[in-house]
């Protein structure tokens, strides 16, 4: 019975095979003949192989010139001829052996080399040792680490506070956290180096706007909400952000806050505030841009600022909602992959901010520095670091780089110590023009602001002839 079946099979078979119309048996002979073309034909072709002879090996090798892994550098390049600093950079510096007047340094409340904060440090190198040698989430969390993050949040009057080993990572790691690809970010065209280093690792949408200017920022909210409304349900999913610093690192003026809160909540953006320049500096505690203008500090989605500066110290933090922060502790690259900070840092940090606490005159507005010809000072008067740039420039950016090294060199002989305005310049999305970096800490007495200026008069009327 089987066979008989199998055979009424193969009998179905050939009569379909008959029955079949003639394209269908084309089409199906030229398949099988193409299927046993792929089956035994090679996938590429064997080319004729010419063996090189021992010289020919050698002359090829001899020819043969490695590209540099980076481009030639001058042995003249500023970064190669650096100044040695030997002692702590505080109110006075010693550089190259020589005891300057310290107008370089981001010390703005002189707790570097404060005596207090010096012996807290000392007490936590000897409890827990030097670093951490792990990641917060692996056995980097120390207790000194929930504390500091706990007085820091109470400090800025925050619900939470999260802290980086390292400042620039901190805005850097951030931005990307929250705002990933498709999103859309409102950017000042003066943003520091570690936002565009954030903007970049988001891979987000960037538009910039005019450097403090609210009418082309409400410009590109207008584009954007019009945009959205060709397309609400792709608008109900992209998120969107404006990015500012309180006090520009590159300008030295102040963001118009309150305008800024204003468009928040007209066109339903988030904001983030970066605050390392004015953190310790601004408000009557030294709260920052937002106890300087009176503004709720929930209004503001998050702030950043490091801890490098007025704290004297290292690394940075973030703060605001809860449940904003504790986002970073899952995706905050800097807080996920680098080693925690240091205890005694963390030790040191608290201990600074027992000191703004104690004494909110720390806190208080440092003096400007102006009245220099060939030279325009370039900021808010209330702003710790100044830029002084070259009133009329040569038309050649090393030129006018030249110039100015050479009024810092003349100061650095009359004891003052400057610096320069550095910038990398292939990487800056908007590049400043080139100026001599001023600092002024409430560690100066007025006398040392006169002699800064004598100091720079003299050098400007000897360089800028």
């Known amino acids: 019975n089987m066979a008989s079946g199998q055979q009424w099979v193969l009998v179905e078979m050939v009569q379909a095979f008959y029955e079949a119309p003639a394209y269908h048996l084309i089409l199906e002979g030229i398949l099988i003949l193409w299927i046993i073309r792929l089956l035994f034909s090679k996938t590429y072709k064997l080319h004729e192989t010419y063996k090189l002879t021992e010289k020919e090996k050698e002359d090829l090798i001899e020819e043969w010139q490695p590209e540099p892994l980076v481009p030639p550098v001058s042995k003249d390049h500023p970064s190669l001829n650096y100044d040695v600093v030997t002692g702590p950079p505080s109110h006075k510096i010693i550089i190259n052996g020589k005891e300057c007047i310290n107008f370089a340094s981001f010390n703005f409340l002189g707790l570097l080399d404060n005596e207090r904060v010096k012996q807290k440090a000392l007490a936590s190198l000897k409890k827990y040792g030097v670093g951490t040698c792990g990641p917060r989430g692996f056995y980097g969390t120390f207790d000194v680490h929930l504390e500091l993050e706990s007085r820091l949040a109470k400090f800025m009057k925050t619900e939470e506070a999260i802290i980086y080993s390292y400042g620039f990572a901190t805005i850097a790691s951030a931005i990307p956290a929250y705002s990933k690809r498709g999103d859309i970010i409102f950017v000042d065209e003066a943003a520091c180096f570690s936002i565009q280093k954030g903007l970049q690792a988001s891979r987000s949408f960037i538009k910039y706007f005019k450097h403090n200017d609210m009418e082309d920022l409400e410009r590109l909210l207008k ?11 792709k608008a109900r999913v992209t998120r969107k952000f404006i990015v500012v610093e309180g006090l520009y ?58 801890m490098e500066n007025a704290v004297a110290s290292i690394g940075g933090f973030c703060c605001g909602r809860s449940f904003v922060i504790d986002h970073q502790r899952l995706s905050g690259q800097g807080y996920c992959f680098s080693a925690s900070l240091p205890p005694m840092l963390a030790a040191a940090a608290i201990e600074a901010l027992n000191i703004m606490e104690e004494d909110p005159g720390t806190s208080s507005e440092p003096c400007s520095v102006s009245g220099i010809p060939g030279l325009k000072l370039v900021g808010e008067p209330f702003a710790p670091a100044l830029h002084l740039q070259l009133e009329r420039s040569t038309g050649s950016r090393d030129s006018d780089m030249q110039l100015l ?14 610096t320069l305005a550095r910038y990398l310049e292939r990487e800056e999305r908007f590049l400043p023009p080139p100026s001599i970096r001023v600092v002024v800490t409430i560690e100066q007495t007025e006398d040392d602001v006169q002699k800064v200026v004598s100091c720079i008069q003299e050098a400007a009327s000897a360089v800028l002839k």
């Open 223 to 233: 584009e954007q909400e019009l945009e959205d409304q060709k397309n609400p349900r």
């Open 249 to 306: 690192m590159n300008t030295a003026d102040i963001c118009p806050l309150p305008e800024l809160v204003k468009l928040k909540y007209k066109y339903k953006v988030r904001i983030f505030l970066e605050e390392s320049l004015s953190f310790g500096v601004l408000g009557e505690y030294g709260r920052g841009v937002t106890e300087h203008f009176g503004v709720d500090i929930d209004d503001i989605d998050l702030i950043s600022a490091n």
């Open 405 to 418: 090294r050479s009024i810092v060199d003349h100061c650095l002989e009359g004891r003052v110590a400057l």
